[in-house]
């Protein structure tokens, strides 16, 4: 069965810091997505950042970064400059490119950010 | 953008009620699905469908069935609310195979 895991419930980061969330996974599948979705209280689940497994260059999107790699079945992400809206929970989710198989979710990451 | 919208974002039903969760996306997306969100557990797969009529079991659909008669629009029915169905109910929909998931606001469900 395929599993994502996120190993940290709860993390605190100072304002201005760089942050780094885990998360690993378990799959027998060569093609995939993988992905960070951020859940702030407002409960709205937003697209962070997306890797496509078959890249080897890691994705960016401006302070948000992923360490990706495959043969390890790691995929964590990094926040650059931490502010205050980034305070939330993270989620991290893998979804196979097989037809009829779904985004399989960790358990995600609670963030808080300190001012 | 991608509107996905659920018809409620607070509700309190009673056990053994028929509850209805509705959800609308204004963007052709053919694939939607159901997730129920509880702390620890991440989301975890009701119902899914990847067309009109068309609806696939998830992970946990015991006590759950669904609906989708038109494109745009996906419910999901608790025939008989029990009280171990409180949770937050997320809906999201997606365009083909490979994008992200677009979500909705999510719909906080206690049932007493």
């Known amino acids: 069965a395929q599993t994502v895991t996120q190993s940290q419930p709860e993390m605190s980061v100072q304002e201005a810091e760089t942050v780094t969330l885990s998360c690993t996974y378990d799959?027998?599948?060569?093609?995939?997505?993988l992905f960070w979705y951020k859940q702030p209280p407002s409960r709205q689940m937003i697209l962070v950042i997306r890797?496509?497994?078959?890249?080897?260059q890691n994705a960016t999107e401006n302070r948000f970064s992923v360490n990706f790699q495959k043969a390890a079945k790691s995929f964590s992400l990094k926040i650059s400059d931490s502010q205050l809206g980034d305070a939330a929970m993270y989620f991290c989710?893998?979804?196979?490119?097989?037809?009829?198989?779904?985004?399989?979710f960790g358990p995600g990451t609670r963030l808080s950010v300190l001012p | 953008d991608v509107k996905v919208t659920q018809s409620s974002r607070y509700l309190v039903k009673r056990t053994g009620e028929k509850v209805f969760l509705e959800c609308v996306q204004d963007?052709?997306?053919?694939?939607m699905f159901w997730y129920r969100q509880d702390p620890g557990l991440g989301l975890r797969l009701i119902y899914f469908?990847?067309?009109?009529?068309?609806?696939e079991k998830g992970d946990i659909p015991e006590g759950y069935s669904v609906s989708r008669e038109k494109k745009e629009r996906f419910s999901l029915i608790l025939e008989s609310a029990s009280t171990n169905q409180t949770s937050m109910y997320l809906c999201?929909?997606?365009?083909?195979?490979?994008?992200?998931?677009?979500f909705g606001q999510g719909t906080r469900l206690t049932v007493v």
């Open positions: 999201a929909s997606t365009f083909g195979r490979n994008t992200e998931a677009f």
């Open positions: 799959t027998s599948e060569s093609d995939y997505y």
């Open positions: 890797q496509e497994a078959y890249k080897q």
């Open positions: 989710a893998y979804r196979p490119r097989t037809y009829g198989q779904n985004f399989v």
């Open positions: 963007m052709d997306h053919e694939n």
């Open positions: 469908s990847y067309d009109v009529k068309m609806k």
